[in-house]
Nanobody, 119 residues
Framework: QVQLVESGGGLVQAGGSLRLSCAAS????????VGWFRQAPGKEREFVGA??????YYADSVKGRFTISRDNAKNTVYLQMNSLKPEDTTVYYC??????????????WGQGTQVTVSS
């Protein structure tokens, strides 16, 4: 059974940084695509970024501020978020699948972790 577990969310002031972690069990990140989404209540899910092989993709809204990295030994993926803005406040989800493409809709999801950026 595939399980993704996020951690690292919390409260931070605008301009600050947070690092989210996503640990997998029953699944190997290094062999698959892994990414991050975010979704605020009542809003559509928003793609944040994804790593597919040697390629990394980011949404324009986070490009230059957020970085996806991976620790294969720990089977964990990270989302480093810098220069955070109040509009980054929402729940962040880790997701993964074997394939990546336009309108990516991964099969596996974590439970989400709340990020709150105060102004």
């Amino acid at each position: 059974q595939v399980q993704l577990v996020e951690s690292g969310g919390g409260l931070v002031q605008a301009g600050g940084s947070l690092r989210l972690s996503c640990a997998a069990s029953g699944w190997t990140f290094s062999s698959n695509v892994v990414g991050w989404f975010r979704q605020a209540p009542g809003k559509e899910r928003e793609f944040v970024g994804a790593r597919s092989g040697g390629s990394i993709y980011y949404a324009d809204s986070v490009k230059g501020r957020f970085t996806i990295s991976r620790d294969n030994a720990k089977n964990t993926v990270y989302l480093q978020m810098n220069s955070l803005k109040p509009e980054d406040t929402t729940v962040y989800y880790c997701a993964s699948d074997r394939w990546y493409g336009s309108r990516w809709s991964p099969a596996y999801w974590g439970q989400g972790t709340q990020v709150t950026v105060s102004s």
